[in-house]
């Protein structure tokens, strides 16, 4: 069992930055799928960004270039650096743990029905 604890939200103004962490114990997050989701009011959750065991990142259309996952393993954190903010980047963000799924090759997919673990969530909230 993963357990996960974010930490690093606030509120910033269009155009600024921020880093969330998220802390993990637990084996699986070495092993696994480790992804970045967010949920604006009113909105689904929505998966951002996501990096596996080897390090190979991806992201949505809308983030990519302006925000980077990685992750340290000596520390067992997971990072979201992101710049650039805009106001539609306000959201509750949480950090979520998972296995590739079977049929999957071992890559790691953005459906949040594969993550069983999640964190309780930071906020995030971009000003215009």
């Known amino acids: 069992q993963v357990q996960l604890v974010e930490s690093g939200g606030g509120s910033v103004q269009a155009g600024g930055s921020l880093r969330l962490s998220c802390a993990a114990s637990?084996?699986?997050?070495?092993?696994?799928?480790m992804a970045w989701f967010r949920q604006g009011t009113g909105y689904e959750r929505e998966g951002i960004a996501k990096?596996?065991?080897?390090?190979?990142?991806g992201y949505i259309d809308s983030v990519k270039g302006r925000f980077t996952i990685s992750k340290d393993n000596a520390k067992n954190t997971l990072y979201l650096q992101m710049n650039s903010l805009k106001p539609e980047d306000t959201a509750m963000y949480y950090c979520?743990?998972?296995?590739?799924?079977?049929w999957g090759g071992g890559n790691c997919y953005f459906g949040r029905q594969l993550y069983g673990q999640w964190g309780q969530g930071t906020q995030v909230t971009v000003s215009s």
């Open positions: 637990g084996s699986t997050y070495r092993s696994g799928c």
């Open positions: 979520a743990a998972g296995a590739p799924p079977t």
């Open positions: 990096i596996d065991r080897y390090g190979i990142t």
